[in-house]
């Protein structure tokens, strides 16, 4: 509450500072403003008296008897603020990488990480959480994955090529594929230590394009070792 300085009936009469501050008007013609104290009392006392009011700034010029609700208008603009944060996207992985096979599963995953701000919105200090909750796997052949909540997770290298996970992708046909991971993050901030609250909306985040260069394999039988012929089928000076 906002609390008259030097009111006649107030503890702080006998300020030597009392008459010191005055509050002429913002523009001609319009009204005073009021020097007051700003005071605080805890929320769990329903009916605060007098000695539960503690100042907490001033004395200050009060030019509206209803002061501006800086809740509702940091809650007004705290999705566009969560917006323009520097979240980190996140990063696409892919076992094996970057070279695949065609016709074997390549798992893909990420490592998701809960990031945390500190800001200053209208003066008040803001705790900001971003959470991610979903993602899509684009595997840049056309194909998708999500939104889907499973982040994916790394497999042993023996089982890269036989192994199927949630998140793995069969590439059809060999080429270079640019792949993408789009992360979905959820917010909530607290206000001056408050309660977390949850921020309505979301911030969708894309990877740059990671390339995947799928390859295929061929099988022959061979009557030398690359030792005993170099220029042998499947040999590296082999034509």
């Not at 996140?90 to 096979?101: I, K, R």
């Not at 809960?114 to 200053?120: G, P, R």
């Not at 939104?147 to 042993?156: F, L």
Request: hydrophobic residues 25%; negative net charge; aromatic residues 8%.
């Amino acid at each position: 509450m906002a609390d008259t300085h030097c009111r006649a009936d107030g503890p702080d009469t006998k300020d030597p500072g009392c008459d010191a501050l005055t509050c002429p008007p913002k523009t001609p013609g319009a009204e005073e403003g009021t020097p007051v104290i700003w005071k605080e009392a805890p929320k769990a006392i329903t009916n605060p008296g007098w000695t539960d009011w503690l100042p907490v700034s001033g004395p200050t010029c009060l030019y509206d008897t209803k002061p501006e609700n800086v809740l509702a208008n940091i809650a007004a603009r705290i999705l566009n603020d969560f917006r323009q944060l520097p979240i980190n996207p996140g990063t696409l992985q892919s076992q094996p990488s970057p070279n695949t096979l065609k016709g074997g599963p390549t798992n893909f995953y990420t490592t998701p990480k809960q990031q945390t701000f500190d800001l200053t919105i209208l003066g008040q200090h803001i705790h900001l959480t971003a959470t991610p909750t979903n993602y899509t796997y684009n595997y840049g052949d056309g194909t998708t994955l999500g939104p889907t909540p499973q982040a994916g997770y790394p497999i042993p290298q023996t089982q890269w090529l036989t192994t199927n996970t949630r998140n793995s992708h069969t590439y059809t046909q060999t080429g270079n594929y640019p792949t993408t991971l789009t992360t979905t993050y959820t917010g909530t901030y607290s206000v001056n230590n408050g309660p977390p609250l949850p921020i309505n909306g979301t911030l969708t985040l894309t990877t740059p394009p990671t390339t995947i260069h799928v390859w295929k394999t061929e099988k022959a039988l061979v009557a030398d070792t690359c030792d005993q012929n170099p220029t042998s089928w499947g040999c590296p000076q082999a034509k």
